[in-house]
């Protein structure tokens, strides 16, 4: 029974994967990223980690994927250019790339984790996580918040310019 | 207990600049935009911040906040430098961003927090806070570079680090993910330390894995070969008193969380990484000067020549690899990394006045001919600069580099400074070359005015300093011994102090 | 994993009476149709020239970006919620000091004019 949940899953996860990288309409391959995220999030159910599930949710498939959006249609999506991938040995290259990097990683993970290594069921909820967060890891949290301060200000400073010379005044607040 | 209210003691600076920021942006946004104004408040607060990191330096002997950060003399010495770093910046910054719908109080925010982030990096003993450190100092870079709005290159540069930059932390917290995982959930240096030494001659590959991919993602960082392909493009695109502050800061706190991470984390696998690094470190050093050789562009010049640093930076860490060696190491970096940003920030700052004298954009070598017979001081201080960059006494970089190589030497790095030594060499080519040129060229088109007071003090400040370190780098060479020790032995680690 | 098999139920089930709603009406609801009864509604309006795949202005980017912000300061929030009462009065500082610094941004998003629309 788990066995073929993850099984199914983990096939939609990575199809869907593959979908956003095939594509050639970009709305499809983010609403094929979302499905991606889904599947993530099953996952990680699956492994006893409900408030990654969660999260993986609500900020990867909802917030992310929100963003991932508006990039899509702040392009002229009406006349697309067409995508130039520098000819076909630098295709070669990335594909090359690419699964040298994905046997790497099989080589390395193979039997590096027991697969029958019990659940650990305190790992993933939010108590414990939170537990961990405000104790031992208080300062990161902190820190946490200035990263996102910093992102707060550098995106506005980018996008929200003064229109020309109106400012020149100064203090026009 | 997980909280002492000492520990604040360890992040005083950063509460400071923290506080600053916030003072900045209010300032800005409530009170007055007057350029002035937003730069005093900010090099006042830096001041002070600078004064407050040297009053409550006290040593942790576990590190503070559960062994998240280290505070010890190497940390120190690294946020002083960070300070200046940004204290130059901050001064060489209002003349440079005359456009009147430019907000300084935001620019100085985001060069505060920025700091922020590089000092959590410099101070980083887990994994967690070593990639809040990277995350929260890029975040920052990647708006800088963009600030240019008038500048397609500006933006080139923002992009192009953004992305580049956002793999490279995709590679770093993969790596960290594995090594976690191959560790049983181990994210302080130390106890990575010992997880590993318990697995004796069978290391697990995935582990090794782990190592590489965060090597890629700090490398990254370092702009070293071959993950240096951004660094021309964002140095040259950025304005230039934010290239001049990505040359020297986000280097110095990469390099210094390398050579923590490798030398307390890591070392029961320094025969892996270190012939790795070795290839790296010849590698980038050799590349950055071939390549400096051929460019017109003084930032793009100044760009290779950074990467070249990086190399000789990276022989630090690889001495660093040797525990007996390590606080020689250390301490030869701490001093290089000081002598380093005062020659960059300085020949940057010179940069920003030749090229506002000439008025038409570009940063072209040419700019320098005959500089001499028309800014004698201005020459002077560009002479001085080259002369310590390249590596020549008496002057701060010689120092740096004599004891980056002599603990590389002690180490058995014996090849590898030989081909360093053949690289400063090469390095003396390009360098020496804008020398030449303003001295024994004539004069090809007419300066406009150099007229720039602040500017002109911070150029002042780095060559005298940078002459008053070659001629005497005892005081500070003490100051970066007592931090170089400090790293040299890794501190017990929470949980052993707790079990006695 | 038992206890998931509710949701499982749930989607299952909610999925279900949708596909069933939708495969009923199209086969027993009559169908009348116009041209004007095909177009895209928009709110009584005449469809956009050109279909949807319009430009956006960035100003929508910018507030995508502060909500995606915010809303992983909320990811922060839960796991403090649940444990609010055994970190006691310390927690509430640590949450507090981390909102204050959020809060400084928000001001400053305000102040600047962000969320205004033109």
């Not at chain 2, 001659?201 to 582990?207: A, G, N, R, Y």
């Not at chain 2, 392909?229 to 210094?256: C, E, H, L, N, R």
């Not at chain 2, 090229?355 to 002077?380: E, F, I, S, T, V």
Request: charged letters at 10%; aromatic letters at 10%.
């Amino acid at each position: 029974m788990e066995l073929t949940l993850f099984a199914l899953v983990a096939l939609a996860a990575v199809a869907s994967a593959l979908m956003v990288v095939i594509g050639k309409n970009p709305v499809y391959s983010v609403l094929f990223l979302v499905t991606t995220f889904f599947c993530l999030a099953i996952l990680y159910v699956m492994l006893g980690a409900p408030f990654v599930a969660a999260l993986q949710v609500i900020v990867y498939a909802g917030a992310i994927m929100v963003l991932f959006l508006f990039v899509v249609m702040l392009l002229n999506l009406r006349h697309p250019q067409k995508w130039d991938a520098g000819g076909s040995t630098r295709r070669w290259i990335g594909f090359a790339t690419a699964a040298g990097v994905l046997l790497v990683s099989l080589a390395a993970v193979k039997g590096a984790f027991d697969p029958n290594a019990p659940l650990q069921p305190e790992m993933g909820n939010a108590e414990s996580i939170g537990m961990a967060l405000f104790t031992r890891f208080l300062l990161p949290f902190e820190i946490g918040s200035i990263l996102l301060l910093a992102a707060i200000i550098g995106v506005v400073t980018l996008l929200k310019r003064d229109n020309s010379k109106v400012a020149t005044k100064g203090g026009e607040a | 207990m997980f909280f002492n209210l000492s520990d604040l003691f360890a992040i005083a600076p950063e509460i400071c600049l923290l506080v600053l920021a916030a003072v900045v942006l209010k300032t800005e946004l409530f009170f007055t935009r007057k350029p002035t104004a937003l730069q005093g408040i900010t090099m006042a607060g830096l001041l002070v911040t600078m004064g407050v990191t040297v009053m409550t330096a006290s040593e942790f002997p576990t590190g503070a906040f559960n062994g998240m950060i280290a505070a010890d003399g190497f940390t120190l010495f690294l946020k002083v430098v960070l300070l200046g770093v940004a204290l130059l910046t901050t001064l060489m910054s209002r003349e440079y961003f005359d456009d009147a719908a430019f907000r300084h109080g935001e620019y100085y925010a985001l060069l505060l927090l920025t700091t922020i982030g590089m000092m959590t990096l410099a101070a980083a003993t887990d994994l967690v806070t070593l990639f809040l450190g990277v995350e929260t100092m890029s975040v920052g870079l990647y708006v800088l570079a963009g600030l240019r709005h008038d500048r397609p290159r500006s933006s080139e540069a923002s992009l192009k680090y953004l992305l580049l930059g956002a793999f490279a932390s995709g590679f770093l917290l993969y790596g960290m993910a594995l090594l976690y995982g191959s560790t049983g959930g181990k994210t302080n240096f130390a106890e990575i330390a010992a997880a590993i030494s318990r697995f004796g001659d069978e290391t697990p590959k995935v582990l090794l894995a782990g190592v590489g991919l965060i090597l890629i993602g700090l490398l990254f960082k370092v702009a070293a070969f071959p993950f240096h392909f951004w660094s021309p493009d964002v140095y040259q695109g950025s304005p230039t008193p934010v290239t001049a502050f990505m040359s020297a800061g986000p280097k110095a706190a990469a390099i210094a969380a390398t050579i923590r991470l490798m030398g307390w984390a890591l070392p029961d696998l320094a025969a892996v990484w270190g012939p790795l690094l070795w290839v790296v470190a010849a590698l980038t050093m050799t590349v950055g000067n071939i390549i400096a050789i051929s460019q017109k562009d003084i930032k793009r010049m100044l760009a290779y020549s950074s990467i070249s640093h990086a190399g000789y930076l990276l022989l630090a860490v690889l001495a660093a690899g040797d525990q007996s060696i390590r606080d020689l190491a250390a301490s030869g970096m701490l001093f290089y990394l000081a002598a380093y940003y005062l020659m960059n920030l300085g020949a940057f700052a010179v940069a920003i006045l030749v090229n506002r004298a000439r008025d038409n954009g570009d940063y072209h070598l040419d700019d320098y001919q005959g500089m001499a017979a028309q800014k004698p001081m201005y020459a002077l201080a560009m002479t001085v600069f080259m002369i310590s960059l390249a590596g020549i006494p008496p002057t701060a970089g010689f120092f740096g580099k004599l004891f980056v190589f002599s603990a590389a030497i002690k180490a058995g790095y014996v090849w590898l400074v030989a081909i360093a030594v053949l690289n400063s060499v090469v390095s003396a080519f390009y360098y020496l070359r804008i020398v030449v040129l303003m001295y024994m060229k004539p004069q090809t088109s007419p300066a406009g005015s150099m007229r720039s007071p602040a500017t002109a003090v911070l150029i002042g400040f780095c060559a005298v300093a940078i002459v008053v370190l070659g001629l005497i780098p005892g005081g500070i060479r003490n100051l970066a011994n007592s931090g170089g020790s400090s790293v040299a032995i890794p501190p017990p680690t929470v949980a052993e102090v707790s079990t006695k | 994993m038992q206890e998931y098999l509710g949701i499982l139920l749930l989607i299952v089930m909610a999925g279900g009476l949708g596909a069933l709603i939708l495969t009923l009406t199209s086969i027993i609801g009559p169908k009348r149709t116009n041209p004007a009864k095909e177009l895209p509604f928009e709110t009584g309006n005449l469809p956009t020239p050109g279909g949807t795949l319009q430009r956006f202005p960035v100003h929508f980017y910018l507030v995508a970006i502060l909500f995606v912000v915010f809303d992983v300061e909320i990811a922060f929030l839960y796991p403090w919620a649940v444990i609010f009462k055994k970190l006691g009065v310390f927690g509430l500082i640590e949450m507090l000091v981390f909102v204050a610094i959020l809060a400084l941004g928000l001001v400053f998003v305000i102040k600047r004019g962000v969320l205004e629309w033109k």
